[in-house]
């Protein structure tokens, strides 16, 4: 599993970063996820990096404010998020895919299901005045 940080209570307009790290695998994952999970709401991706190559994809809604990077240990992944909306608050997790992404062409998944569902605690971001 993964064990996430980083979380924290920001105003909009603010920044947070989040940081995810993992243990244990004997495989390397295809791909490491960050998730977020708004109260009322379902768990939704929102960034992927592609262990590979570097290669990092975004859902619309945070293009150009979020930034996904890993550092040299391979299993810690950071998500930098900057100019934070209220609609960013949510529960952040983070999650591997062990298969390259069934759309063609893309760079790693942004789809839930093709992600292992083994998840952390989370760490709560909350964008709010």
């Known amino acids: 599993p993964f064990v996430e940080s980083g979380g924290g209570l920001v105003q909009p307009g603010g920044s947070l970063r989040l940081s995810c790290a993992a243990s244990?695998?004997?495989?390397?994952?295809?791909?490491i996820g960050w998730f977020r999970q708004a109260p009322g709401k379902e768990r939704e991706v929102v960034s992927c990096i592609n262990t590979r190559n570097d290669g990092t994809n975004y859902v619309e809604s945070v293009k150009g404010r979020f930034t996904v990077s890993r550092d040299n240990s391979r299993y810690t992944v950071y998500l930098e998020m900057d100019s934070l909306k209220p609609e960013d608050t949510a529960t952040y997790y983070c999650?591997?895919?062990?298969?390259?992404?069934?759309?063609?062409?893309?760079?790693?998944?942004?789809?839930?299901?093709?992600?292992?569902?083994?998840w952390g605690q989370g760490t709560p971001g909350t964008v709010s005045s």
């Open positions: 999650e591997a895919s062990f298969s390259p992404p069934k759309e063609s062409g893309s760079i790693c998944p942004l789809s839930r299901i093709e992600y292992l569902e083994i």
């Open positions: 244990g695998f004997t495989v390397d994952p295809f791909a």
